[in-house]
């Protein structure tokens, strides 16, 4: 049985679903933010595992030019720090879609794939704040 169409206006969602979505309104809003103030802000505690999604996001993003990262002290004496990850290209409204399998990253704001640079290709492009 198919579902009825209603009459009338169909209003925009109010709501962000998914991590990503999320995580994306949030690094849209705040532009820089380390990975730990993202779980901190988005995550309700019944992901399996935040950290790890949000990180592979986070990297995918950094390799296809969207982000940079800045490695910061944490102030933590056993830690080695924490990575900054601030936004240097806003896409528009709706979150990146990272296809892993493909290596590129899609725009669902205008349709467009984005390649994901290699590891040797990213060398270099993390910056270090210690002090």
Same mark, same amino acid.
Request: charge should be positive.
């Given at each position: 049985m198919a579902a009825k169409k209603r009459k009338g206006y169909a209003a925009p969602r109010t709501?962000?679903?998914g991590l990503r979505a999320q995580a994306w309104w949030v690094l849209r809003k705040n532009k820089s933010i380390t990975l730990a103030e993202l779980r901190l802000?988005?995550?309700k505690g019944t992901e399996l595992t935040p950290e790890v999604n949000l990180r592979r996001w986070l990297n995918a993003l950094l390799a296809v030019g =969207?982000?940079?990262?800045?490695l910061e002290d944490d102030g933590k004496p056993?830690?080695?720090?924490?990575?900054?990850?601030?936004?240097?290209k806003d896409i528009g409204p709706k979150a990146p879609?990272?296809?892993m399998k493909d290596r590129v990253v899609f725009n669902p704001n205008n349709g467009e794939t984005l390649a994901m640079k290699t590891?040797?290709? =990213?060398i270099g492009t993390t910056e270090t704040n210690r002090g």
């Open positions: 709501v962000t679903v802000t988005i995550c =969207l982000l940079t990262r800045k056993a830690s080695n720090g924490s990575y900054r990850y601030t936004l240097v879609v990272v296809r590891e040797d290709e =990213l």
